[in-house]
């Protein structure tokens, strides 16, 4: 029973491209977070929305965008990719009640 | 959130019982203990949470000791699909408040 699921896998862009990292959840949660996750510095979130059209910066917001102009799907923008920003990036959702935060399978993105 | 301190690494032979100790010393009182896992490759999984008593699931038990200052994850018999990185989190159930991942304690469980 899948809950959150991220467009891609895996993703090769070249630098400067612009990327967009899909995410969408099937269990109607207002919230929703974008984290990325790099060796020896652990899982860092980036943006979060808790709800349509709302958004939130995190830690490390620099170089990235989002949107959420529909309840079930979140979106991660890479306005101009760089190689920094090659990383895996996970979505993630909580139920509302119990905080359980429900993550996708990740998205591993490598800037050249 | 409180900040959380782990083990960088533990070991646990296969079948054994593999105890994951936390500490939240400047845990509030309305904050909850998350327990998730991450295995290589893969999104972090939720295993377990409570607030002061003992908690037990298909996955692990919780023990959180009477001052809430500490926590230990129990699997009671590990096997090496176990191993992976635990992450302890300790939050408020606040739907706005997202999770603060540190660390966590990387477990391989031996055969």
């Known amino acids: 029973d899948v809950k959150v699921t991220q467009s891609s896998r895996y993703l090769v862009k070249r630098t400067g491209e612009k990327v967009f990292l ?14 990325r996750q790099d060796p020896g510095l652990g899982l860092r979130l980036i943006y979060f929305s808790y709800d349509v059209k709302m958004k939130e910066k995190g830690d490390i917001p620099e170089g990235y965008s989002v949107s959420r102009e529909k309840k079930e799907r979140f979106s991660l923008i890479l ?4 190689t920094n920003q090659t ?7 909580p139920a509302t009640n119990t905080g359980e935060l429900f993550f996708g399978e990740g998205s591993r993105l490598t800037v050249l | 959130d409180a900040k959380t301190t782990q083990p960088t690494s533990m070991d646990c032979a296969e079948g054994r019982a593999a105890n994951l100790p936390c500490n939240h010393s400047t845990i509030s009182g309305n904050e909850y203990v998350y327990w998730y896992r991450q295995i290589h490759s ?4 939720y295993i377990i949470h409570g607030l002061k008593n003992n908690e037990t699931n298909e996955m692990a038990s919780l023990i959180i000791t009477e001052d809430r200052k500490s926590s230990t994850l129990i699997l009671p018999h590990a096997t090496l699909r176990d191993t992976a990185v635990y992450y302890c989190i300790v939050r408020v159930v606040d ?3 997202p999770l603060v991942f540190g660390k966590g304690t990387r477990l391989s469980v031996i055969a």
Do not use: I, K
Request: net charge negative; glycine share 4%; with cysteine.
């Open chain 2, 95 to 97: 739907r706005n408040t």
């Open chain 1, 22 to 35: 899909e995410c969408v959840q099937d269990m109607d949660h207002e919230n929703m977070f974008w984290y």
């Open chain 1, 87 to 93: 990383s895996m990036y996970l979505c993630a959702s």
């Open chain 1, 79 to 82: 306005e101009s990719a760089s």
């Open chain 2, 42 to 45: 893969q999104g972090p999984q």
